[in-house]
Each structure stands twice: as structure tokens, then as C-alpha cells.
């Protein structure tokens, strides 16, 4: 694993961090820059489709801070291969039933802590609660518009402080046509360039059908964002698939119908590099739960030839455990994971923390214990096989500051949403002071405050999305 991974990251992370003392001189608060506006996007009326002849709203320039637009029903909004979409902070962009954004050249949504960007469908009604709605009448699952799609050109897509809800509606032969994406995809974000570069920091996705993220291939960075009601009966909510390489780091999942994080090196083009993904400090709650297919996962999966790393993950009551898949097997030469933590309410849930037919490999970092003093795995145990997990149910309780453990008077597959939960933890949680922090991330794309990575936050002390240092997911 050192051989193939180490030496790369040592010199991304030389220049990452070259660049990072550059810019701190430039703007004290990344986050609250905003860039001077060009070629300014009119908001007088809807971005609209009805007197071109076709689906297709070329769009390019700049929206502006404070501003909201909108886009006609049916309607593709088209960024061309040589143009460049710039969302300043503070900006709605509310999709018509049935359009898209489509971004051939360059897509920036550019949002801030304080005024954070928006793209959306206006005039639903959020019902979050446990037991509030079935999944068949809650408008979170129903795909209201066809999503983001970074095309094949697409060189650089990024979201920041940007809240994207309520996409995963079946995209159809024209869109499809227009985005090279191919006919039926239900994602709220499919990224297809392996030159090309995906970034995704501070952001929400709320809803979806299918996988809510497909990467068909890319260079990615996808920190400290927050992951809800994600797939309706199956879907990765982060699918990395062949050709795919970077990071997953302090993400918030929560209610994901299956894998909240997912690397596959499935469909590698020609010319593209293996899928490599560096996954570490991620927080899952309540995955898998809505997935119909038998066996499918509910936070991590490694399979098909993929390589990478996963430490310092927290999951919660997930239908499954961290998967590596033996068939089609994972790159296992090339793949190192430990410091990982798993709650259960049950003992259906504890005994599936190393699911039977995988082959995760127990390491003595993770919690609870694999000691056979602590009867976590029994001293006859084999990889793969059954196990009594009695032993750990509702062990280790990870305190946090504001969820209800064991969960109560709803089955798990209802705790899908945030609300007015919170998943930071207190001072005496056994998850303080646990990470492996001399790993580090695999950064592949640019490093910049607006058209790059804003913040390569280095794996924490403690485990989980959020440090007791005020550091990691900020939501």
C-alpha cells in the first residue's frame, strides 16, 4: 500500500501546501470572497426554453450575489465547452419540473458560510421527522428535475457551501443526448471526465432516486459535506466508478438507501487511471436500510479492482458494515483501512459489522475491540462466517451532543434527516483521541479559493466527521 500511494501523495502535498501559504496572504476568510463579476446573468425573467425551437438554454457569465433565477420547466441549461458558469455567494437557482443543468465547460457555484448557494425546486415542504413520511409520499425521493450532469468535457465542476435538493428524475433521450451521459440515468450528480475535476466542500444533498452522486470517472476532493435522505430502494450515495481518483473526507450521511461511500474500478476507459480513493473521517447513520437487494451495504465499500484507504469512519446502526468485496475483488494488495468505529442498537445490526461473505480483514484499531478477551470476534472465527456479535450491542456509546442512542420508537430506516439532531461529540466520547492521523489525503485536483479546493482538511485526532476542536464538517 506505501509503495503505491504514499510517494504520489507526498508530492501533491508539497505543492498543495506551497500554494496554501500563498493564499493566506491574499484573503484571510476564503470562504466569504467574492470574485468581481463578468458577463452578468440577467434575473428580470426565467432562463427559458419556449421560443428556441428546443429544450436547450445556453447559459455563461456570472450570477450574482443575493440574486435568485430560474429555469422554465423541460428546459436543459447548457454551459458550452468553452464557457463558464460563476455562481457568487448568495445565489438561488430554482429548476423547473423536468430541466437540468448541464455543464460542458466550467460549472462554480462559489457559495459562503454566510450566504450559501441554493439549488433547488421552490414551494416544498420538508417533512424530516422520523415517521413524518413514507418514502413513496415524500417529495425528497421523487426526482422533481434531471440534476447536474459534468459531461465528458466538463473540466472543472465545483460546489461549495451549496445546497442541491430534490433532483434523480430520469434524464430521457434529449438530455442525455446533450450531455453524453447515456439514456436513463436518475442521478442528482453525475460527474463523466477522468481529466476532468470534481469538487464538492461544505455542501448539502438533499434527496434522490438512484445513486445521488455517480462519478463515472474523475479527479475529486469531497470534504466536510452533508448527505440526507439519499436513493429511494437502492443507489450509492458517493459511487466512485472506474478511472475515479482523490478523496472522501468528513462527510455527514444520514437515511442513505445503501453505501454512503463507494470505490469500484468498474468500467475503467482507456488511458484513465485505476480508481484510487483515500476515504477517511466520514460519519454514517442509518444506511442501507431502504436498499431491496439482499447484501448490499450501508456506509464503505471497496470492490472490483479499486484501491485506496478508510480510516477514522463512524457508523451508526448501518444495515451492514465496511465492505470489501471478494468478488468481484477489491484491490486488496493495494488497500489499507483501520480506526474505524460501529454502534448497534441490535443484535441483528452487531452481527452484521463484518458482513457475512466479505472479506474484511478485523484490525486491533477499531472499536469495539477484535480481541477474543472481549468476545467481539470468538477465537474459532472466520473471515467471512457468522459471528455472534451479543457482546458489543450498545457498547461504546459515541456521545453525541444531541441524537437519541439506543434509537427510539421509530424503526432505523425513519432517522434519514438531520433536523435537529447533532452528531459533535462530548468531551468524554470514547471516539476522542482514536484517529490515525499519519495518513493522508490523495489530492489530485487544483488547489485554489475559487476554481479548486478551498480546504484539504488533513485527517483528525478524533474519529468521525466532527472534531472536538471545532475542526472537520462544519454543519
Request: glycine share 12%.
Amino acid at each position: 500500500m506505501k509503495k503505491y500511494i504514499i510517494p504520489v501523495i507526498c508530492i501533491l502535498m508539497a505543492a498543495a501546501f506551497s500554494g496554501c501559504q500563498k493564499w493566506k496572504g491574499e484573503h484571510t476568510d476564503i470562504y466569504t470572497y467574492t470574485p468581481p463579476a463578468a458577463n452578468p446573468v440577467s434575473d428580470k425573467a426565467p432562463l427559458s426554453c419556449s421560443t428556441s425551437g428546443s429544450t436547450v438554454i445556453p447559459v455563461k457569465g456570472t450570477m450574482l450575489s443575493g440574486k435568485t433565477y430560474s429555469v422554465e420547466d423541460g428546459c436543459d441549461l447548457v454551459i458550452n465547452p468553452t464557457d463558464t458558469l460563476l455562481m457568487q455567494p448568495g445565489v438561488t437557482l430554482n429548476m423547473g419540473a423536468g430541466s437540468s443543468l448541464i455543464a460542458l465547460g466550467t460549472l462554480v457555484s462559489n457559495g459562503s458560510k454566510d450566504q450559501p448557494n441554493w439549488i433547488t425546486v421552490p414551494g416544498i415542504v420538508k417533512n424530516d421527522a422520523p415517521g413524518g413520511l413514507t418514502a413513496a409520499a415524500d417529495p425528497a425521493y421523487a426526482g422533481k428535475w434531471k440534476g447536474i450532469i459534468g459531461g465528458p468535457t466538463c473540466n472543472l465542476l465545483v460546489l461549495r457551501w451549496t445546497h442541491v435538493e430534490y433532483a434523480g428524475l430520469t434524464e430521457g433521450k434529449a438530455t442525455s443526448t446533450i450531455a453524453g451521459s447515456g439514456t436513463g440515468n436518475q442521478y442528482s450528480i453525475l460527474f463523466a471526465n477522468y481529466n476532468g475535476n470534481f469538487i464538492m466542500e461544505d455542501s448539502w444533498l438533499y434527496g434522490g432516486v438512484d445513486d445521488p452522486i455517480r462519478i463515472s470517472a474523475g479527479k475529486i476532493a469531497i470534504f466536510r459535506n452533508t448527505f440526507e435522505k439519499n436513493g429511494v430502494s437502492g443507489g450509492d450515495c458517493l459511487n466512485a466508478k472506474g478511472g475515479t481518483v482523490g478523496t472522501m473526507a468528513y462527510n455527514m450521511f444520514i437515511g442513505t438507501a445503501t453505501n454512503g461511500q463507494k470505490a469500484s474500478n468498474k468500467g475503467q476507459a482507456t488511458g484513465a487511471p485505476q480508481t484510487n480513493i483515500v476515504m477517511y473521517n466520514n460519519t454514517f447513520v442509518s444506511g442501507g436500510y431502504r436498499q431491496v437487494q439482499s447484501g448490499r451495504g450501508g456506509c464503505i465499500n471497496f470492490e472490483e479492482g479499486a484501491a485506496g484507504m478508510y480510516y477514522n469512519n463512524v457508523a451508526i446502526n448501518c444495515r451492514f458494515g465496511y465492505r470489501v468485496v471478494g468478488s468481484p475483488v477489491a484491490d486488496v494488495a493495494h488497500l489499507s483501512y483501520g480506526n474505524n468505529y460501529q454502534w448497534a442498537d441490535s443484535l441483528s445490526v452487531a452481527n452484521q459489522f463484518y458482513p457475512t461473505g466479505y472479506i474484511t480483514q478485523p484490525q486491533s484499531t477499531d472499536i469495539p475491540s477484535i480481541t477474543t478477551s472481549a468476545k467481539y470476534l470468538p477465537a474459532n472465527y472466520t473471515l467471512g462466517s457468522i459471528y455472534d456479535g451479543s457482546d458489543v450491542v450498545q457498547k461504546n456509546n459515541p456521545m453525541f451532543l444531541n441524537f437519541p442512542l439506543p434509537t427510539v420508537g421509530h424503526p432505523l430506516y425513519q432517522y434519514s434527516a438531520i433536523g435537529n439532531y447533532n452528531f459533535h461529540l462530548l468531551a468524554s466520547s470514547p471516539l476522542i483521541g482514536k484517529g490515525n492521523t499519519t495518513i493522508k489525503p490523495l489530492i489530485t485536483v487544483p488547489l485554489d479559493k475559487i476554481y479548486g479546493l478551498s480546504d484539504a482538511t488533513l485527517p483528525g485526532i478524533d474519529l468521525g466527521a466532527y472534531q472536538l476542536n471545532g475542526s472537520g464538517n462544519q454543519h
